[in-house]
C-alpha cells in the first residue's frame, strides 16, 4: 500500500522507519539499544496508533505494523560503535527529513512534534519513579 501517493515506494518504505531511527538515536546514549529501551519503543510505537494526531493516523497505522521488524534490524545492521552508530542513523534521519518536507507544512510539523515524542519518551526507558518521588524537582545528573 502506497502510504503517500506523491512518494516512491521506497520513500513509503523509508518513511515508515523514520519512529524506528529515532528510537535507535534516543537510545544511543551508551551506545547500545537494550532490550528495556527496545521494549519502551515497541510499545510506544503501538501507542501512537490511537494517541496521535489524526494526520499521521495512516502513517502509523502502518509504521507501527513493521516496526519491531525495522527496530530489530535497523538495529543489527547499524556499526556497533557509538559516535559512527550516531553519525550514520543521523545521516539516515536527515535523509527522511527530506522525504517528510514533500509532504507540507502541517504534516511537516505534526511530524516533527510526534518523532520529539518519540525520542523523548525512548530516552527516558531507564528513568525510575522513585526518584520522582523522592526529588520532585530536576536535579541534573539524578533525575535527568
Do not use: W
Not at 84 to 100: A, G, N, P, S
Not at 110 to 129: E, L, T, Y
Amino acid at each position: 500500500m502506497m502510504l503517500f501517493k506523491n512518494l516512491t515506494k521506497l520513500e513509503n518504505d523509508a518513511l515508515l522507519k523514520f519512529p524506528a531511527y529515532i528510537s535507535l538515536l534516543a537510545a544511543n546514549g551508551d551506545g547500545v539499544l537494550d532490550e528495556i529501551e527496545k521494549n519502551t519503543a515497541i510499545k510506544f510505537s503501538h501507542t501512537k496508533t490511537f494517541s496521535c494526531e489524526p494526520i499521521l493516523a495512516e502513517f502509523y497505522s502502518e509504521a507501527d505494523k513493521i516496526f519491531t521488524k525495522n527496530i530489530t534490524q535497523l538495529d543489527k545492521n547499524l556499526p556497533k560503535e557509538k559516535n559512527q552508530r550516531e553519525i550514520v542513523l543521523k545521516r539516515e534521519l536527515f535523509k527522511l527529513q527530506r522525504i517528510v518536507l514533500k509532504l507540507g507544512a502541517d504534516y511537516t510539523l505534526a511530524m516533527h512534534r510526534s518523532m520529539r515524542s518519540f525520542r523523548d519518551h525512548v530516552s527516558k526507558a531507564h528513568h525510575n519513579i522513585f526518584v520522582d518521588f523522592i526529588f520532585p524537582l530536576p536535579m541534573p545528573g539524578l533525575s535527568e
